[in-house]
């Protein structure tokens, strides 16, 4: 396992900008986040201009990508053909993972599998294998669930973000049985009552959940993904996390 960090850290910078905070900090890794309501770099931007994005992705301040995170509004055919775009970006900056979001609570539980069975196929055609996120008000904020969707999709897997499980309508409860799907990790501190709290002041057991993957020989980054907080300075709670996270490897 190593430590990255995501670009989602500083949602307010160009994607250039974003990567440069993160080597200051000394993280050597980096997921890259391809959302449409970020100003980094949007899916439909792939699309128009795929040479630039890929010229983007490149230059990353000796950072090495280790994932893509995809996020998209778009409606059914358009979505599909950007997630294709963006997977030929994985492999063009040999990426493996690209992480996706599951569909909202009350969606078709077979027409979502469908859906990630098309994904991961078009996934497949450019090398690259798809992390369903873990998430709350949808389909995988029960890990039982998430485990189901991954036995009716093969080559599915997780992308685990334990936050979800505990501040949310799972809190408390076991997921420890979402753990050999896990292609790649997403960390902040989180408590019960609030998604994210500084570092050190929440429930996220980091050497615990450390020892879980480590008995289903996982082996990719935990990765920082901390969003800003009114009066907390950013550059220390990523520097913190950082060093907590290299102290258990």
Sequence with gaps: MFVAASTRCFPDLGLDEAIAR?????????????HEDLPQLKPSQVVADFAYAE?????????????????TLAPEGEYYQQFAACCRLAKAIKVVTITVRASELGTPFNAEVERLRALVAIAALEGCRVGLLTEAGRMTQDPSTTVVLCN????????????????????????????????HVRLRDSTRENFQVRVGQGEVEYGRLVNQLNKYHYNRALCADIAPMPD???????????LLLETLL
């Design 152 to 183: 009716n999709v093969k080559g599915l897997g997780v992308t685990l973000d334990p936050s979800h499980y505990i501040c949310g309508p799972h809190s408390g409860a076991s997921y420890e049985q979402v753990m050999k799907y896990v292609y």
């Design 232 to 242: 907390v300075d950013q550059m220390a709670e990523l520097r913190k996390m950082r």
């Design 55 to 71: 010229h983007l992705c490149r230059y990353t301040h000796r950072l090495t990508p280790v994932a893509i995170s995809f996020d």
């Design 22 to 34: 993160l080597s200051d900090l000394e993280f050597t890794a980096v997921e890259i986040m391809i």
